[in-house]
């Protein structure tokens, strides 16, 4: 299959009649700024990554830490924890242990324990129910002295036959689920008396019910243990659990003026910006990074600025509204600029903050090239980045932010449309989702206003969550089954 040239960005041109007539080095910055793959140098946070540094020299010496981490959605949590990894990386001796929650799995229990133990087992989508048994089995007699023991309990959660171990003896619901959270929990110590553990818990505030009573009780018993975990979350949450002594609540401030200034350089490749503009930027982002780095971009990317051999100048002068007065705004701009591209990206948005090839490619009516071209042109864009093989990619909006605000940018008649392709997609290829994550289908056709399936699917997951003694989420789902029936439009005859 021939490769699609890639697709440039808006602007790409004027940059290469800039770059014919100031020579090469001038242009490449320019370009090199806006298609960064490397975040960008992290700018202040000192006292914060001490102070994570600090308490990681504690647990790995065996008194356990646990840091909450709070602050507004694009202040930079997860870009301190980034640089600590970073810090932490030279040492060598510690493993990472990464969950992520998402707003689309928040009532999928244990959906970031799930997802962190497929990524450490190194399942692949192609791999049969025997060849993951066999890799979590692997797993399991690396990190825990009798494994055989935990085999069919970390089988039965990620829902895989645990052929040839002894089942486990019948129990009530809350018997077994309280055995399965018991059992990872000592996985988690299993692993911590072999290397210390680094446990980032990421976006707390969309767990599911069922992750939030494990991390409950890992900061009961913690403690003891060589593992900091840091646990991040929006200011709206407050953690359900006591705040003892090794407990440290970590809350980020708005960047200050330096380090706003410096930030809005260095995403412009270190070359400064017209003053005015600075101004107008950080007056504007008020100290969120996020909004810094995104009002910056739009910038780059536009015909305002001209780039010099040692600057930027304007080019002429700079309308009111050239600089958008809110992050969507900023983020709409710059989907925007994306042009045809923006359709994958509303289409993606639909998905979820992360999207496989596989789905995005099964429901988007683009052709393979012209889809490929595109999410060049999105992560060129630094709107997505992607993971993964290139067999198995793995793609995610850089930002929720940015997912939210593609998504918005979608007149409700099209979002329908959009969620109903999926739905029907999912339908009719992949049996997977509709045996595993039905509650995630039930959010397709709920969006798409296909009452009935929806209603369907919702008490499949209802079924699904309290065979897996998930009885909390269980109930969400009738909850949400009956939402969904009272939104129904009633037809009445005569
Ligand atoms: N101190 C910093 N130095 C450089 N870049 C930063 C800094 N803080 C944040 N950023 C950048 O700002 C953007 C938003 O930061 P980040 O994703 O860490 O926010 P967040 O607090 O995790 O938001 P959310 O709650 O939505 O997950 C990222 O692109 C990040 O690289
Ligand atoms: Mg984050």
Redesign the pocket.
């Known amino acids: 299959m021939s490769r699609a040239a890639p697709v440039r960005p808006k602007g790409f041109h004027t940059a290469v009649r800039a770059h014919q007539v100031l020579g090469e080095k001038t242009c490449e910055s320019r370009f090199k700024a806006l298609h960064r793959t490397q975040?960008?140098?992290?700018?202040?946070?000192r006292k914060e990554l001490d102070l994570l540094l600090d308490r990681w020299d504690l647990a790995k010496d065996g008194e356990g830490q646990i840091v909450w981490l709070s602050?507004e959605?694009?202040?930079?949590?997860?870009?301190l924890l980034q640089a600590l990894q970073q810090q932490l990386g030279a040492d060598g001796g510690h493993r990472l242990m990464a969950y992520q929650s998402s707003p689309e799995r928040s009532a999928s229990a244990l959906h970031p324990v799930i997802a962190q133990l497929e990524y450490a087992a190194g399942f692949l989508p192609w791999d049969d129910s025997l060849q993951k048994l066999a890799k979590l089995e692997a797993l399991l007699q690396r990190d825990v002295q009798a494994a055989s023991e935990f085999v069919p309990l970390f089988a039965s959660l990620l829902g895989l036959p645990a052929a040839g171990h002894r089942p486990t003896p019948d129990l009530t619901p809350a018997q077994r689920s309280a055995k399965t959270l018991e059992a990872l929990v000592l996985h988690l110590e299993a692993c911590a008396a072999r290397l210390p553990v680094l446990l980032i818990f990421e976006?707390l505030h969309w767990a599911d019910p069922t992750s939030i009573e494990l991390f409950g009780m890992l900061v009961e018993r913690v403690r003891h243990v060589a593992i900091l975990a840091v646990l991040?979350f929006?200011p709206d949450f407050v953690p359900p659990w006591t705040r003892t002594g090794h407990v440290t609540l970590l809350s980020l401030n708005r960047?200050d003026r330096r380090d706003a200034a410096d930030?809005a350089e260095r995403v412009a490749g270190g070359k400064p910006l017209p003053a005015e503009l600075v101004d107008r930027i950080l007056f504007r982002a008020d100290g969120v990074?996020?909004f810094i780095?995104e009002l910056t971009r739009l910038v780059l990317e536009s015909e305002l600025i001209t780039e010099t051999v040692d600057r930027y100048v304007l080019h002429g002068s700079m309308p009111d509204t050239a600089i958008p007065t809110t992050l969507r705004g900023s983020l709409m701009a710059r989907l925007d600029r994306a042009a045809s591209a923006k359709e994958v990206a509303q289409l993606a948005a639909c998905i979820g903050r992360v999207f496989s090839h596989e789905m995005l490619a099964a429901t988007s009516t683009l052709e393979p090239d012209a889809l490929r071209a595109a999410l060049d042109q999105l992560s060129n864009n630094q709107l997505i980045d992607r993971s993964g093989l290139p067999s198995a990619q793995v793609h995610v909006f850089?930002?929720?932010?940015v997912q939210e605000a593609a998504y918005q940018s979608l007149p409700k008649t099209r979002r329908r449309e959009l969620h109903a392709r999926i739905a029907d997609v999912v339908e009719a290829r992949f049996p997977d989702i509709i045996a595993h994550q039905p509650e995630w289908l039930a959010h397709h056709h709920a969006e798409a206003g296909h009452v009935g399936r929806a209603s369907e699917c919702l008490l499949d997951a209802a079924r699904h969550a309290k065979s897996s003694y998930a009885l909390r989420e269980a109930a969400a789902h009738l909850e949400k089954c009956i939402a969904v029936l009272q939104d129904a439009p009633v037809h009445r005859c005569g």
């Open positions: 975040p960008t140098t992290l700018v202040g946070r602050g959605a694009g202040i930079g949590k997860s870009r976006d991040t929006r960047l930030l990074p996020l780095e850089r930002h929720a932010l």
